[in-house]
């Protein structure tokens, strides 16, 4: 942290005269000495102070930052942004966030027990929770709220050896993003107001065996769900090893990609698991295996991302659809699928 841009935060500071903050960012490296911290720490009370609305704070650093206690206890923080790549230490047990309704936790290790029983219950009015971890080792692995609504989950990369199972709780979740390494065992997924679900899972070679069981019980009442084309190869990987799928009770559309030949086998299971189901938006063609074709009695619409008009796309479009005739098909070409095709995207940047 240079001389020169403490001076113009604090000057940037002693010009407001005192007078509120609606919003205070501050992005810095620290690569050594609490001096320097200490810095944040005053700048972070000042604002606190001013009864600041929104609060984004990136810190980079190689050692544990503690943050000021006044933090976890503002009246008017709601929304609160802590990042990037950094340990912040023991949570407070006093957490009291009573406005906060956004928080996003960006490459923090935070211990589990604090997030899930001193962080999140500090929050009672909680809407949004995203949690997000690049290239640094990360929890939660479980998750705990009685409260949020929207929920973005997403881990590039882990300590598998530490985290081999995830737990939400959170019955009053409407949209769930879960972009995660298939793990061993999902134990508690209570989502009981689910309406959307994106699912971007991947296999590991760590855990031979993962068990989706928890996690596709959990989703099973959504009515819009998107599965990447890695997701779709691991269930059809753990139905293959014994995972029976439920009813999809509720499910009116799906986003389904694959890219071989067991995960296009999959989709059929899908179909007749869905007695409601309406729409289905495929991710392209190209992977397509031609032997097995949509009977969807029930589904109306057929909507291709990313068609390009070839011979042999045509030949699997035909295959595919076999002899529905109440069936509208919709093709996207390229270019306007980039839109569509944002479900299979890495949300990051989606909540900055």
């Known amino acids: 942290?240079?001389?020169?841009?403490?001076?113009?935060?604090?000057?940037?500071?002693?010009?407001?005269?005192?007078?509120?903050?609606?919003?205070?960012?501050?992005?810095?490296?620290?690569?050594?000495?609490?001096?320097?911290?200490?810095?944040?720490?005053?700048?972070?009370?000042?604002?606190?102070?001013?009864?600041?609305?929104?609060?984004?704070?990136?810190?980079?650093?190689?050692?544990?930052?503690?943050?000021?206690?006044?933090?976890?206890?503002?009246?008017?923080?709601?929304?609160?942004?802590?990042?990037?790549?950094?340990?912040?230490?023991?949570?407070?047990?006093?957490?009291?966030?009573?406005?906060?309704?956004?928080?996003?936790?960006?490459?923090?290790?935070?211990?589990?027990?604090?997030?899930?029983?001193?962080?999140?219950?500090?929050?009672?009015?909680?809407?949004?929770?995203?949690?997000?971890?690049?290239?640094?080792?990360?929890?939660?692995?479980?998750?705990s709220s009685q409260t949020i609504k929207r929920l973005l989950v997403q881990y590039d990369e882990f300590d598998i050896e530490s985290m081999s199972f995830m737990s939400i709780d959170a019955p009053n979740l409407l949209f769930l993003h879960y972009s995660h390494y298939a793990l061993s065992d999902y134990p508690q997924v209570n989502l009981a107001s689910l309406v959307e679900a994106r699912l971007d899972?991947?296999?590991?070679?760590?855990?031979?065996?993962?068990?989706?069981?928890?996690?596709?019980?959990?989703?099973?009442?959504?009515?819009?769900?998107?599965?990447?084309?890695?997701?779709?190869?691991?269930?059809?990987?753990?139905?293959?090893?014994?995972?029976?799928?439920?009813?999809?009770?509720?499910?009116?559309?799906?986003?389904?990609?694959?890219?071989?030949?067991?995960?296009?086998k999959l989709l059929p299971y899908l179909l007749e698991q869905s007695p409601k189901l309406e729409t289905v938006i495929i991710q392209g063609m190209d992977s397509y295996t031609g032997d097995v074709t949509m009977r969807p009695l029930q589904v109306k619409v057929l909507r291709v991302l990313g068609y390009g008009g070839s011979a042999k796309e045509l030949e699997h479009l035909k295959k595919f659809t076999g002899e529905s005739e109440c069936l509208e098909v919709v093709l996207v070409d390229a270019a306007e699928a980039v839109v569509e095709d944002a479900m299979y995207c890495k949300p990051k940047g989606f909540y900055c």
């Open 1 to 143: 942290m240079r001389e020169s841009f403490r001076d113009f935060v604090d000057r940037t500071l002693a010009l407001q005269c005192g007078s509120s903050i609606k919003k205070f960012s501050l992005k810095c490296h620290i690569h050594d000495g609490d001096s320097k911290l200490a810095h944040v720490v005053r700048w972070v009370c000042n604002a606190l102070a001013r009864g600041v609305f929104q609060m984004d704070l990136s810190i980079k650093t190689s050692f544990q930052v503690l943050l000021p206690p006044e933090l976890f206890t503002s009246k008017t923080l709601v929304k609160l942004r802590l990042g990037t790549q950094v340990c912040f230490g023991e949570i407070p047990p006093n957490v009291s966030l009573p406005a906060l309704k956004i928080l996003i936790l960006e490459s923090v290790v935070i211990r589990p027990d604090d997030m899930c029983f001193v962080l999140l219950p500090g929050c009672p009015v909680l809407e949004e929770l995203y949690v997000y971890h690049d290239g640094f080792e990360g929890w939660p692995y479980r998750i």
């Open 201 to 264: 899972i991947q296999c590991t070679k760590t855990i031979k065996r993962p068990d989706l069981t928890g996690l596709i019980m959990g989703i099973s009442n959504v009515e819009t769900l998107h599965l990447s084309p890695d997701s779709v190869d691991v269930i059809s990987r753990c139905v293959r090893h014994g995972l029976l799928l439920p009813l999809f009770n509720n499910l009116v559309s799906l986003s389904f990609g694959s890219k071989n030949k067991s995960g296009w």
